[in-house]
């Protein structure tokens, strides 16, 4: 999984969304092509899918230089994505018949298209692991659009690094005993991060002690926002989530 760069795209580059892949439309798995399908008429008929990701700490560096707080939104990352890709498509490549798929309301099987990619391996956290950035990557948008760019070479099956991680100090660290079985329950962590004074409630310690690209470790106070977002939506599941 390479970074793009500068030449490629300054603004992807200086932005922080340091990964794209490009598919094509036509090649694309009949999962995905449904998915697609059920998110509006006429996006079937566009060249290309595209997906772009942030890495590291660099995309959220940029955001807080663009907006400092208090955010001035409710979404200040997926705006700030989806704003960056509109100038690399418009003004950077000239395409202007583009359609976003994700962020919104469409159900786009994100961490299907990272496979296609070579982006996503699969790991006990249930989030997507890669050799070059570890669990510091995430998927910022995805879009449809009558571009012409080199396509992604198919990955391929890989095997992911967790398979050669011995001494594995992700399922070790897990606060909430959310790891015993070696892959995540998400029943348990859910819980444990929604407990009073959770130590788990801004942070994954799991997550920080996986050996594969600590150097691409998000800055804290990302770490908190993403956290802080996921526990709200945490909470207001359970609040909403009937007992017995």
Not at 141 to 160: F, K, N, R, Y
Request: aromatic residues 6%; neutral net charge; glycine residues 8%.
């Amino acid at each position: 999984m390479d970074a793009l760069l500068p030449s490629d795209s300054p603004v992807l580059f200086e932005r922080g969304l340091l990964l794209r892949g490009v598919l094509a439309m036509d090649m694309l798995p009949s999962g995905v092509r449904n998915a697609i399908a059920a998110a509006g008429p006429g996006l079937l008929d566009h060249r290309q899918l595209l997906v772009f990701g942030h890495a590291g700490p660099r995309m959220w560096r940029a955001l807080r230089k663009a907006q400092p707080e208090p955010w001035t939104s409710a979404n200040p990352v997926d705006e700030f994505s989806l704003a960056t890709v509109r100038t690399h498509l418009e003004d950077e490549l000239s395409v202007h018949r583009w359609a976003p798929l994700y962020p919104g309301p469409a159900l786009v099987p994100l961490q299907d298209l990272g496979t296609l990619l070579g982006w996503h391996q699969p790991s006990p956290l249930l989030v997507g692991i890669s050799e070059a950035f570890g669990t510091w990557f995430a998927y910022r948008a995805v879009v449809v659009a009558d571009s012409s760019l080199p396509l992604t070479p198919p990955a391929g099956p890989q095997p992911s690094p967790c398979s050669t991680c011995l001494e594995k100090p992700c399922l070790t660290a897990c606060r909430g005993a959310a790891l015993t079985t070696g892959t995540l329950s998400l029943d348990r962590c859910t819980t444990f991060r929604a407990s009073e004074a959770s130590p788990c409630a801004l942070r994954c310690p799991a997550r920080e002690a996986c050996p594969i690209g600590p150097e691409h470790r998000y800055d804290a106070d990302q770490i908190r926002y993403h956290y802080g977002a996921s526990l709200t939506t945490i909470r207001h599941m359970r609040r909403n989530t009937p007992e017995g």
